[in-house]
């Protein structure tokens, strides 16, 4: 800090609120119209947002215009920052110190600013306990007010919703991140909740927060309820620890209590398909495997208009239920929509107007008000009527489930209709927004206003006539209030009673006696009416706030709404089924797509001859005869496409969707795994074989016979005999002696598992069919029963473009091996040896050939 001299008394001020905020917060102070910060903040934030940074007096100094604060802000939380923002308490006298104070901290999560936080995805702040009894889990979205809590003895069972929820911050106790990272190989689970926590602001919070009791005695007075039996939930549920510590660090960073929150939710990892971490990545659920929403399972299925609806779709996927009745309501739902496209269409366009309601209560709720936020829930609400007119047109009790939940908020509308102007500012301090005729005091006092108005430039005129100076004016700045402005040249003219005000370079400026008084009167009536107009704008929101609960559930009900019939426009556009759910062990589909790629093919598609459309495959598992289907056939052919399709196929119709096929019957499915691919993984310092091999490991210890597994290329990161035999068990293990077992799809080129048919009564081979045509291939991507004859793996190197040299060379390579060896076996490798990591064969003249 610079050196130190007697501070003045803002100094002094700033000082005294600075003291007590941590490092890693930025102080943002009220000055006038802009945000400051002093001292070490105005470098850091100068540097992260590039501004220009000043001394003054002895300090440095870097402000911002407090109307452009947001976007400012924002920028200090995606770099990691946190930031306290102190605001003017009242209005600034001259010579006195204004009052000064916090009135908020802005978090990566807890932020609810329009611009600080992405639309169309949640917001959760989250936090988690691990203790001897399990993992404790709580999350809300300050935004919305979503707020759920979730316990299990098993912590893998709540390491798939924690990682889905991607959640914008997460609280726990101090030093619990910097303890799993040291004891990282003592517990899988730590290295997976530093992976969680990795790359997220954490705060971290003293263990005496996370006491159950505490917790929910904090949960009850936040929802206003004398016991959580209304919500199911026992006051004894271990993730009230964590609920109580989030509802604590809310609560200091809103400097208030979150005032949206009405209802907590349990999660239950035993009612949900579970979806286990790295399942999410390699089927790209959320972000394809380059990190973008662009190629993802959720941007496939989101045909929304309105952001809700797409948040929507994001909480269906994080947690995907068991729960058939709530599935086949969304899909009737979906059923009644495609029937009734055009009423659909109706709808979808009025939802075009749609403001996000449930994010402006949010705001209007937790003191982040302006007149545009009661505009949208003006502009929604009058869409309502209409909305509901056209659902009434529909068919069907799930339809009609909805509409039920869509209020007509007619004596809100009406108010709002009348008290709004149509366009509205951003700032409450900008005025103006309260219609003419909506309330006599304003009126009176914006007619004082306009008197005035015409007195002044009645003035100009009279003071030109009675001076004679033709270019006299009367004028306004903020500095000087109102004055008569003489050019130079006319100086000789000014009457005699014009006192001077200012010197400029070509004019002096003048008051009058009289000015002064009319600038009073003016200032007067101007802050009356901004007052009356801020007044009444309170009025307004208590009396939107008052319906705070009926348009929360008037909104959910439009996400569904918007959801569902997106939905209907991809199930029609892209001929889905509806499929049929029951508790059965099978998975039937016929004709099934992976629906990415089949959509990307058709955008990458441009008509032009000779391109392709997906090809549709059927499938059919069960657990106790088609348990395991093992799917041989050359690189390049289609069996992880084919494989992801099965899984992705069973999630869709696991949240409510309609499914890329032409049939298809699913039995529920309890959890979805998969080892696939392992690009990320690599980042983390893992080999790919150690990746997989965890993968593994979590697979074989957590699945059930109700689980779908899905498995490309085990083995592959180690030497083929190590490969192929770990492989081989993995199969036999899942295949398990019992009469039944997990319904499993497994890509591979080890032809050697084709084997295991005559073995393994539940174990059936599949392939990808190529056509051979003069020594090339073509993929026809069909799967058949049977295993793949052969690898073709010369022909897709030629494919893949591998010099003809090379190509030749393999051939002749592949032709002494085969000779040699004949198809190698399991049982008998020789003379294939494996020597100090290397591997030789001996040539048909006898000598030994290094291959690598
Ligand atoms: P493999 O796992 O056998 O190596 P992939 O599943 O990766 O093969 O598929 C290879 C390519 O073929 C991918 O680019 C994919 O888009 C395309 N493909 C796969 N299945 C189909 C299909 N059924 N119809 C059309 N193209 C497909």
């Given at each position: 800090m610079a050196k130190t001299k007697k501070l003045t008394p803002m100094m002094e001020q700033y000082m005294e609120i600075r003291k007590d905020l941590p490092s890693d917060t930025l102080l943002l102070f009220r000055l006038g119209d802009f945000y400051e910060m002093f001292h070490e903040d105005a470098i850091e934030g100068s540097r992260i947002l590039g501004i220009t940074l000043t001394q003054r007096h002895d300090y440095p100094m870097a402000g911002m215009?407090?109307?452009?604060?947001?976007?400012?802000?924002?920028?200090?939380?995606?770099?990691?920052?946190?930031?306290?923002?102190?605001?003017?308490?009242?209005?600034?006298v001259p010579g006195k110190l204004v009052k000064r104070s916090l009135t908020r901290i802005l978090s990566a999560g807890t932020t609810i600013a329009d611009n600080q936080i992405t639309a169309e995805k949640n917001h959760f702040l989250a936090s988690f306990l691990l203790n001897k009894s399990g993992l404790h889990l709580a999350w809300i979205d300050l935004t919305t007010g979503n707020f759920q809590i979730a316990s299990d003895k098993n912590p893998e069972n709540l390491l798939p919703v924690l990682t889905a929820l991607d959640p914008s911050e997460i609280v726990v106790v101090e030093d619990s991140v910097s303890t799993w990272k040291a004891n990282i190989h003592e517990s899988p689970i730590y290295d997976q909740l530093v992976h969680i926590t990795s790359g997220r602001t954490v705060s971290e919070l003293p263990s005496f927060h996370f006491e159950v009791a505490d917790g929910a005695k904090m949960v009850m007075e936040t929802l206003g309820v004398l016991n959580l039996e209304g919500f199911g939930i026992k006051t004894t549920h271990l993730a009230l620890g964590p609920a109580g510590a989030l509802l604590h660090y809310a609560t200091e960073n809103l400097c208030a209590k979150p005032e949206n929150l009405g209802i907590i939710r349990e999660y239950r990892s035993v009612d949900t398909l579970l979806v286990d971490p790295s399942t999410l990545r390699n089927l790209e659920i959320f972000e394809s495997s380059r990190g973008s929403r662009e190629g993802s399972l959720m941007q496939a299925m989101d045909a929304t208009s309105t952001a809700a609806g797409a948040r929507l779709l994001e909480e269906y996927l994080i947690s995907p239920t068991l729960d058939i009745i709530e599935l086949q309501r969304r899909q009737k739902s979906v059923g009644a929509f495609i029937e009734e496209s055009g009423a659909a269409n109706r709808i979808k366009e009025r939802l075009g107007s749609v403001r996000d309601i449930s994010r402006i209560l949010g705001r209007l709720q937790n003191r982040l008000r302006n007149p545009r936020e009661l505009g949208g829930i003006r502009d929604t609400i009058k869409e309502l009527p209409g909305i509901r007119a056209i659902l009434t047109e529909i068919a069907g009790e799930s339809v009609l489930s909805i509409c039920e939940r869509i209020n007509e908020f007619e004596e809100l509308t009406n108010l709002l209709n009348r008290a709004l102007q149509d366009e509205l500012p951003g700032q409450l301090q900008d005025g103006g927004y309260i219609r003419p005729g909506f309330d006599e005091d304003l009126d009176h006092l914006l007619s004082l206003t306009s008197d005035n108005r015409t007195w002044l430039s009645d003035?100009?005129?009279?003071?030109?006539?009675?001076?004679?100076?033709?270019?006299?004016?009367?004028?306004?700045?903020?500095?000087?209030g109102y004055f008569i402005e003489v050019t130079k040249s006319n100086l000789n003219l000014v009457p005699e009673n014009y006192m001077r005000k200012q010197t400029m370079v070509n004019c002096e400026r003048f008051v009058t006696e009289d000015l002064k008084q009319k600038e009073k009167e003016i200032f007067h009536a101007e802050e009356k009416s901004k007052a009356r107009e801020i007044e009444l704008f309170g009025e307004l929101v208590d009396a939107v706030l008052a319906h705070a609960r009926e348009l929360q559930r008037t909104s959910i009900a439009l996400a569904e709404l918007d959801l569902f019939i997106g939905w209907a426009t991809l199930a029609r556009e892209w001929d889905y089924c509806c499929p049929e759910l029951d508790h059965s062990d099978q998975i039937t589909i016929s004709e099934g797509r992976h629906p990415v790629v089949e959509q990307m093919m058709k955008k990458e598609d441009l008509g032009l001859a000779g391109s392709f459309s997906f090809v549709p495959n059927d499938a059919a598992l069960n657990s106790t005869?088609?348990?395991?289907?093992?799917?041989?056939?050359?690189?390049?052919?289609?069996?992880?496409?084919?494989?992801?399709?099965?899984?992705?196929?069973?999630?869709?119709?696991?949240?409510?969707?309609?499914?890329?096929?032409?049939?298809?019957?699913?039995?529920?499915?309890?959890?979805?795994?998969?080892?696939?691919?392992?690009?990320?993984?690599?980042?983390?310092?893992?080999?790919?074989?150690?990746?997989?091999?965890?993968?593994?490991?979590?697979?074989?210890?957590?699945?059930?016979?109700?689980?779908?597994?899905?498995?490309?290329?085990?083995?592959?990161?180690?030497?083929?005999?190590?490969?192929?035999?770990?492989?081989?068990?993995?199969?036999?293990?899942?295949?398990?002696?019992?009469?039944?077992?997990?319904?499993?799809?497994?890509?591979?080129?080890?032809?050697?598992?084709?084997?295991?048919?005559?073995?393994?009564?539940?174990?059936?081979?599949?392939?990808?069919?190529?056509?051979?045509?003069?020594?090339?291939?073509?993929?026809?991507?069909?799967?058949?029963?049977?295993?793949?004859?052969?690898?073709?793996?010369?022909?897709?190197?030629?494919?893949?473009?591998?010099?003809?040299?090379?190509?030749?060379?393999?051939?002749?390579?592949?032709?002494?091996?085969?000779?040699?060896?004949?198809?190698?076996?399991?049982?008998?490798?020789?003379?294939?040896?494996?020597?100090?990591?290397?591997?030789?064969?001996?040539?048909?003249?006898?000598?030994?050939?290094?291959?690598?």
């Open positions: 215009p407090f109307h452009a604060a947001d976007s400012y802000v924002g920028k200090l939380l995606a770099a990691g920052k946190k930031v306290a923002i102190c605001d003017q308490l009242e209005t600034p003035l100009e005129n009279s003071e030109r006539e009675r001076s004679g100076i033709k270019n006299l004016k009367v004028k306004f700045n903020n500095a000087f005869e088609n348990q395991l289907l093992i799917i041989t056939g050359p690189n390049m052919a289609g069996k992880s496409t084919y494989i992801r399709q099965v899984a992705l196929i069973t999630l869709m119709a696991q949240v409510g969707s309609w499914v890329p096929a032409s049939k298809c019957a699913i039995g529920i499915v309890d959890r979805i795994f998969s080892r696939v691919g392992a690009n990320d993984e690599l980042a983390r310092g893992n080999s790919t074989f150690m990746v997989e091999m965890n993968e593994t490991a979590n697979i074989l210890n957590n699945t059930t016979d109700r689980s779908l597994i899905i498995l490309d290329e085990i083995g592959r990161g180690t030497s083929t005999y190590d490969g192929l035999s770990i492989a081989w068990a993995v199969v036999e293990h899942l295949h398990r002696d019992a009469e039944r077992g997990p319904r499993t799809l497994f890509a591979t080129h080890y032809q050697e598992l084709t084997q295991l048919e005559k073995f393994l009564t539940r174990l059936k081979n599949f392939s990808v069919s190529v056509k051979e045509w003069n020594d090339e291939i073509v993929f026809v991507r069909r799967i058949v029963p049977g295993a793949a004859d052969r690898s073709y793996g010369i022909q897709v190197a030629r494919l893949a473009g591998l010099p003809a040299g090379v190509i030749d060379r393999a051939k002749v390579i592949l032709h002494n091996l085969e000779s040699e060896e004949g198809n190698v076996s399991i049982s008998t490798p020789a003379p294939v040896t494996r020597r100090r990591n290397k591997i030789s064969v001996t040539a048909d003249d006898g000598s030994q050939l290094n291959l690598f």
